[in-house]
């Protein structure tokens, strides 16, 4: 297994468009992550699912954010009508149940907004 | 709320120099989970090291060694004869180890930059 993969891994759109981002976790990881991290600071958390299960989210993903797990493998996390505020990185992370400490993170998707 | 501080932006050594990256942390949990994290030019994090709240034992791995003081709330990461493939941001996090949620919060990272 070649670990978390992120498609793109970069993304440039202008404001008021949709994005969506890809995150392909380890596959026998049945926890899946989503954090953003904008420059200079640690990774937010923003959403996770346990299997197809989205189990938790944070305040900070408002209604323009959503995230999907469709079959409980891969994941993904649209933005729609993006704002320059929304350009950081956008990393995916995923886990076993069984050793929930132990995520593994891919390698992100860095959005900016024009 | 639990909250972790690093407050070393950024951190410039020679090579072969020690450095040590402080972490002190907040939290009203009684038990918890302390972890080390890397985060290459690359972006991807990579895991160092979790240390349960229940163990101050002192860790050592290689050049790598973790100070986890309960009575300080702190949990330093110390490089000895640090090398320039240090070069990386390095992320400290906290999590509660019950109440059922997963999700670490992470301080925002200390630079380390490496010079030859």
């Known amino acids: 297994d070649t670990g978390v993969s992120q498609d793109p891994r970069h993304k440039i759109t202008k404001r008021g468009q949709n994005v969506t981002f890809r995150c392909d976790p380890i596959?026998?990881?049945?926890?899946l992550y989503w954090y953003r991290q904008t420059l200079g600071q640690g990774p937010e958390f923003l959403t996770y699912?346990?299997?197809?299960?989205?189990?938790?989210k944070s305040r900070l993903l408002s209604d323009r954010f959503s995230a999907e797990r469709p079959k409980g493998s891969f994941s993904t996390l649209e933005i729609q009508r993006t704002e320059q505020g929304d350009s950081a990185m956008y990393l995916c992370?995923?886990?076993?149940?069984?050793?929930?400490?132990?995520?593994?993170f891919g390698p992100g998707t860095r959005l900016t907004v024009t | 709320a639990q909250k972790v501080t690093q407050a070393q932006t950024e951190i410039s050594v020679v090579e072969k120099e020690d450095v040590t990256l402080d972490c002190v942390y907040e939290?009203?949990?009684?038990?918890?989970?302390l972890f080390w994290y890397k985060q290459p030019p690359s972006g991807e994090l990579v895991f160092l090291i979790r240390?349960?709240?229940?163990?101050?034992q002192n860790e050592i791995s290689g050049r790598y060694s973790w100070n986890f003081q309960k009575s300080t709330s702190s949990f330093n990461f110390t490089i000895t004869a640090s090398q320039v493939v240090d070069s990386a941001v390095y992320f400290c996090?906290?999590?509660?180890?019950?109440?059922?949620?997963?999700?670490?919060?992470f301080g925002r990272g200390t630079s380390l930059i490496v010079h030859p």
């Open positions: 699912f346990q299997n197809e299960a989205q189990l938790e």
């Open positions: 240390r349960n709240s229940f163990d101050e």
């Open positions: 596959s026998e990881h049945n926890r």
């Open positions: 992370a995923s886990s076993w149940s069984g050793a929930p400490n132990e995520q593994y």
């Open positions: 996090a906290l999590r509660p180890a019950s109440g059922g949620s997963y999700i670490p919060t």
């Open positions: 939290t009203r949990d009684t038990t918890y989970y």
